[in-house]
């Protein structure tokens, strides 16, 4: 898998590739992450990646060309139509739809290259999205400063699906959100601490009895705090 990320901050993502599981996906060859500076693709002299809006309004609108000019590069045409099957151009911008754990589980399955552009100021300018633009994604209903850090829950949250980035010792099969619940509480070493007690049917070995008291848990969580996600409706 190959994800690329367009950015007019390129030095944001300088180091958080850089740790856990990302860090041993790329190590591993399974997944390639570029991240390029929208800037590199301006050709007017003063290298404008924003300009102000149409119509009049507050704030600075990204504008097409350099946008256009990446995608031309690193994807091969600027025809929707024509890209090489799997690829994804995806605008992060609070007007897109939600990414939710499924649409991470469908990315991973189905793209071989992800193009994240990431929108900043009050927004990109439209031809972006009419053209180039395959997904629009928003990671949730608030309004960040910019997609940047929108482009690295994605690339986490895809990075992990891919085949054998998880180690054999864990698996994405219990996630949250995977069955529509979230994750049971864990506990590790000591057994007590401060007077609290780990429960003891996880240290008694059986394993049965350790899968239900799982089961039991996430849905107990689950119920208490994302009732939604039981009954399939969004919040
Ligand atoms: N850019 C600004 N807010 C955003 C959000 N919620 N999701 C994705 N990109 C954004």
Redesign the pocket.
């Known amino acids: 898998m190959k994800i690329d990320v367009l950015t007019i901050f390129p030095e944001f993502f300088r180091e958080v590739f850089n740790f856990g599981i990302v860090r041993r996906a790329r190590s591993a060859n399974i997944v390639e992450i570029t991240v390029y500076d929208i800037r590199s693709f301006t050709t007017d002299k003063h290298r404008m990646t924003d300009d102000r809006p149409f119509g009049g309004g507050d704030g600075m609108v990204m504008k097409c060309e350099p946008i256009f000019n990446a995608v031309e590069k690193i994807v091969g045409t600027t025809e929707r139509e024509n890209y090489p099957q799997g690829t994804r151009v995806v605008l ?3 007007q ?1 739809r939600v990414f939710k754990q499924v649409v991470a589980r469908k990315f991973a399955e189905d793209a071989k290259h992800i193009v994240l552009i990431c ?1 900043r100021y009050e927004g990109v300018d439209e031809r972006v999205n009419e053209v180039l633009v395959t997904d629009e ?11 940047e850090a ?1 482009a690295i829950v994605l690339t986490d949250a895809i990075t992990r699906l891919l085949p054998n980035a998880l180690g054999s010792e864990t698996s994405a099969e219990n996630d949250s959100f995977t069955n529509n619940l979230l994750d049971c509480p864990h506990y590790t070493r000591p057994p007590e601490f401060r007077g609290m007690r780990v429960p003891e049917i996880l240290l008694n070995g059986n394993h049965a009895e350790i899968e239900r008291w799982r089961a039991e848990k996430a849905l107990e969580k689950t119920k208490k705090v994302r009732k939604d996600l039981l009954e399939g409706v969004e919040k």
Not at 137 to 147: A, R
């Open positions: 992060l911008s609070p897109g929108g994604i928003s990671i949730g209903d608030y309004v960040l400063s910019g997609g929108a």
